[in-house]
């Protein structure tokens, strides 16, 4: 597809089909997040792939907003091997591990496969549920499937505000 019609057309699938996602759409879509730029190329993302059965159960235990997908991918980083920005305010872990799930975001479109980005729930519960060593903290979980039908985006998916609202040159 080409990525402008990637980047306009992706929406929050918030209604999936029980369809699965097939393994080699999968693993592109993981391989479009393993490509993603990290700070200094550290690589601290940490993926953890949810689709059995008691997975995705304990997955709604954890949030209302599975909605349904066949794939949970938790996308989380390692706290000991980030980059830290001068200043010292400021290290690379949350940012990286959005742009890798970003990248896998925009892959799932590609290939058509729904998604939704979720972080409504607690980290620190998921983290336990999933038994994470303690220095890797969880940033979002991507619901990845198929929509159902009658699936739509929200109704105000397609607005946006004008790029002056948004931009300043200076």
């Not at 391989?31 to 997975?55: C, F, M």
């Amino acid at each position: 597809m080409e990525f402008t019609q990637v980047v306009k057309n992706r929406y929050s699938c918030k209604k999936f089909s029980d369809r699965a996602v097939e393994p080699a759409k999968l693993e592109e879509i993981l391989e479009a997040g393993r490509a993603a730029p990290t700070a200094k190329n550290l690589q601290e993302q940490r993926i953890y792939v949810v689709q059995s059965q008691a997975g995705l159960e304990m997955i709604d235990r954890i949030t209302p907003c599975r909605y349904g997908a066949p794939v949970c991918v938790v996308v989380a980083f390692d706290t000991q091997n980030m980059y830290t920005y001068p200043g010292e305010k400021r290290t690379s872990g949350v940012e990286d591990a959005a742009i890798v799930a970003t990248h896998m975001l925009l892959a799932a479109a590609n290939a058509g496969v729904d998604s939704c980005w979720l972080n409504c729930f607690d980290p620190d519960k998921l983290a336990k549920e999933l038994n994470l060593p303690d220095n890797e903290e969880i940033l979002m979980i991507l619901d990845l499937g198929y929509a159902a039908e009658g699936a739509a985006p929200l109704p105000n998916h397609f607005s946006r505000k004008a790029l002056a609202e948004t931009v300043s040159y200076r």
